[in-house]
């Protein structure tokens, strides 16, 4: 049981734009940045969006960030066939004294 | 370019400890928090703990407290994770990660496998 929230499927045909949602607490996202990361199958996961809405260098501009409340969420734009990935969203909980992660979102480009 | 190459991963009996280390480089590794974070196979990713940077202080999960603990020797730009009273539930792919504000960069892994 993941102290955030994420859908744990999304899927989209190439060009098209999905969203993956990520609920929390005023513990974590209502007080903290999220961030959120791309895994390959067999890879390390890798960060596409940092501090609710900022993309490290190298991402592409199809993927963008929001934060509202204790509520994010990821969007890609454009879907490509190399996007299909699990995605999780992460923040610092206050409580927890720790960083807590979503359940993980597995994206599949039809 | 910023590297975390993690070792020390094997098979190891339950009640057994082990003990991983994260080489670190292409950054100032003391300026900087790190963390350990695990995934079990085919299961999503678990926060462990993490070590502030110059490893004053250190903060870890309820499921690991008291068995693992979390160190660093700047000198050696190297995390480690020492693992006691290992059980079947801590059998995972143990990631260290860099901290700036939230994980930036990860390793690649090493997996730990806890069974008789």
């Known amino acids: 049981q993941s102290v955030l929230t994420q859908p744990p499927s999304a899927s989209g045909t190439p060009g098209q734009r999905v969203t993956i949602s990520c609920s929390g607490s005023s513990s974590n996202i209502g007080s903290n940045h999220v961030y959120w990361y791309q895994q390959l199958p067999g890879t390390a996961p890798k960060l596409v969006i940092y501090?609710?809405?900022q993309r490290p260098s190298g991402v592409p501009d199809r993927f963008s960030g929001s934060k509202s409340g204790t509520s994010a969420s990821l969007a890609i734009s454009g879907l490509r066939s190399e996007d299909e990935a699990d995605y999780y969203c992460?923040?610092?909980?206050?409580?927890?004294?720790?960083?807590?992660f979503g359940g993980g979102t597995k994206l599949t480009v039809l | 370019e910023v590297q975390l190459v993690e070792s020390g991963g094997g098979l190891v009996q339950p009640g057994g400890s082990l003990r991983l280390s994260c080489a670190a480089s292409g950054f100032t590794f003391s300026s900087y928090g790190m963390h350990w974070v695990r995934q079990a196979p085919g299961k999503g990713l678990v926060w462990v703990s993490r070590i502030n940077s110059d490893g004053s202080s250190t903060r870890y999960a309820d499921s690991v407290k008291g068995r693992f603990t979390i160190s660093r020797d700047n000198s050696k730009n190297t995390l480690y994770l020492q693992m006691n009273s290992l059980r079947a539930e801590d059998t995972a792919v143990y990631y260290c990660?860099?901290?700036?504000?939230?994980?930036?960069?990860w390793g690649q892994g090493t997996l730990v496998t806890v069974s008789s």
């Open positions: 992460a923040a610092w909980d206050d409580s927890l004294r720790g960083v807590v």
């Open positions: 990660a860099r901290d700036y504000g939230g994980i930036d960069y």
């Open positions: 501090r609710n809405n």
